[in-house]
């Protein structure tokens, strides 16, 4: 007899990072002991990082299994014939305790032929920042392959990109093919398509322990760029409490921002299994049969399956996700 699906929470994946730091753990509980935490990630089927279930009868199951036995149930009707088995997101918490590399990302074509993976267009949501800190996005004037290449040898290519500073809810979306860092002193949720391929190329002259810097790809990275996009990356987007704001809504994903102080009644009209980040507060997730408690810097899977919900808060800022 199958298992009744349910809403599913997952042990965290920890990673950690040369930049990482310590906010993960004290502001969003994960259990660590490293001072280097960069990364939870939250719900993953990156081979070799499958979430496992941590809550119900299916506790201890992981994520891949669970896809092969209630496909369409589990990720939607539409999400399974595109995708198949295969689930198209990757969600995580990040800590920069130092800079991140300058970096992009292919586009589903590109990462398909050369990593038979999919492309990774991603979005953050800046949970806290340090005075002063910022996000690397684009440039700050206009670049071709010509003039990048120009600065990349002429180690000037800090000259050309954009800084910008950020701020607790400032949100950005990045699309594959546009570079970009995260810098020192953000924490933040992050949005993603399923992928680990990543294009470094510049990493601030940086050296391990043992005195070797990290790989750059800049003999690939210069396939992947996308000089013509437009400066759209900003996202503007409505705080109205207790009703459902979009943030990005994209081929790969939608976002919404919730902002609830009372108890919220969801329908699930999309085809399509809902992910919610608690980015703040608590909240309890109530279906007929079950409830679930999130606080800040969980996640909570909600399967195609489950139509009708009820979220019960006092206080929290949430993340909502689906395709």
Not at 59 to 67: A, I, T, V, Y
Not at 148 to 155: I, S
Not at 176 to 200: C, F, K, N, P
Not at 243 to 248: G, L, R, S, Y
Request: hydrophobic share 35%; with cysteine.
């Amino acid at each position: 007899m199958t298992i009744k699906l349910y809403p599913l929470k997952f042990h965290p994946i920890l990673k950690d990072k040369i930049w990482g730091g310590t906010k993960l753990v004290s502001q969003l509980n994960k259990s660590s002991v490293s001072n280097q935490l960069g990364e939870s990630w939250e719900i993953s089927t990156v081979p070799g990082d499958i979430s496992k279930v941590v809550n119900g009868d299916l506790k201890s199951r992981n994520l891949q299994d669970l896809l092969e036995l209630y496909t369409a149930d589990l990720i939607g009707k539409k999400n399974h014939e595109r995708f198949g088995n295969n689930f198209p997101l990757l969600i995580k918490f990040i800590d920069a305790k130092q800079d991140l590399s300058i970096q992009l990302h292919p586009d589903d074509n590109l990462a398909k032929a050369r990593h038979n993976s999919f492309g990774k267009t991603e979005m953050w949501y800046v949970m806290q920042a340090d005075k002063d800190a910022n996000l690397i996005v684009g440039f700050n004037q206009k670049v071709n392959k010509e003039v990048y290449l120009r600065h990349l040898e002429e180690k000037t290519l800090t000259e050309i990109l954009n800084f910008d500073k950020v701020k607790e809810g400032d949100t950005y979306f990045i699309e594959a093919g546009r570079v970009h860092a995260i810098g020192a002193g953000v924490m933040l949720a992050e949005i993603q398509q399923t992928s680990d391929v990543t294009y470094r190329v510049y990493d601030w002259e940086r050296v391990d322990d043992e005195g070797n810097e990290r790989d750059l790809h800049n003999d690939i990275a210069i396939d992947a760029f996308k000089f013509n996009l437009k400066d759209d990356f900003r996202v503007d987007y409505k705080k109205r409490r207790n009703i459902t704001n979009e943030m990005v809504s994209c081929p790969f994903f939608t976002t919404n921002y919730l902002e609830l102080d009372r108890e919220l009644s969801k329908e699930n009209t999309h085809d399509s299994f809902i992910i919610y980040m608690c980015v703040d507060g608590e909240v309890e997730v109530t279906t007929e049969n079950t409830k679930e408690l999130i606080s800040k810097g969980e996640t909570i899977l909600m399967p195609a399956a489950i139509k009708d919900f009820t979220l019960k808060t006092k206080n929290a800022k949430l993340l909502e996700v689906y395709i």
